[in-house]
């Protein structure tokens, strides 16, 4: 069965510190890989997707950045974190067009 | 610019009763509706989802309902019992770049079902 980890759960960082969340599917191949972010009061907004290694769409302009390095990984990362960058960050994956997506446990990223 | 709308950030029912779960979105474009079920501190998981060629899907407890003129849907669940308390996202698939679709959510609803 597939799997997917994200980690970590939490994490407290200055401003100006750098970022790197890590995503990790088990138990498929190629998937389309997606970052979200859950701001207070706000829905879940898509950050960047990936069909496969080293393809990355944004969605929106922002101080973050992802790379998918391997087929099954997903990273998201800033080289200096702001205020605003505070979220609950959710990795997901599927398998195609039409197909429903399955989430991580998410990151609570606290920036403070 | 918010394509998917959840107007009601709450809803409470009492437990045993339906719980109706409203959503609209803006772009014709989408093709494909999904329900999603989150509590706090962990991630969505998926509850049902409809293709824009239907206008109804049924699941167990949960029914969907799509109305492509209105551009509206809405998640039925019968009976609620408490465990259902929880945020309700719902979701529209547009075609992304190359052989992926983006999931665009809602800004949820909180609902809130009292013993």
């Known amino acids: 069965s597939q799997t997917i980890h994200q980690w970590p759960a939490t994490l407290v960082q200055p401003v100006g510190s750098p970022l790197s969340l890590e995503c990790t599917v088990e138990g498929t191949s190629n998937p389309n890989l997606y970052w979200y972010r859950q701001a207070a009061g706000r829905g879940l907004q898509l950050l960047f997707y990936s069909v496969g290694i080293g393809q990355i769409s944004s969605e929106v302009p922002q101080n973050l950045s992802a790379s998918r390095p391997q087929d099954r990984q997903f990273i998201l990362s800033s080289k200096k974190l702001l205020l605003s960058d505070s979220g609950f960050y959710l990795c997901a994956w599927n398998g195609g067009k039409n197909t429903e997506a399955f989430f991580g446990q998410g990151t609570r990223l606290t920036v403070v | 610019d918010q394509q998917v709308k959840q107007n009601s950030p709450s809803l409470s029912v009492q437990e045993g009763r339906i719980s109706i779960l409203n959503c609209d979105y803006t772009n014709s474009m989408f093709d494909y509706f999904l329900w999603y079920k989150k509590y706090p501190a962990e991630g969505p998981t998926f509850l049902i989802s409809?293709?824009?060629?239907?206008d109804k899907n049924e699941d167990g407890r949960f029914t969907v309902f799509l109305n492509k003129s209105a551009k509206h849907l809405s998640l039925h669940i019968v009976p609620s019992p408490p465990g259902d308390s929880a945020e309700y996202f719902c979701?529209?698939?547009?075609?992304?770049?190359?052989?992926?679709?983006?999931?665009?959510f809602g800004t949820g609803t909180l609902l809130a079902v009292q013993p």
């Open positions: 979701a529209a698939s547009l075609k992304g770049g190359g052989a992926t679709n983006k999931l665009i």
């Open positions: 409809i293709s824009s060629i239907k």
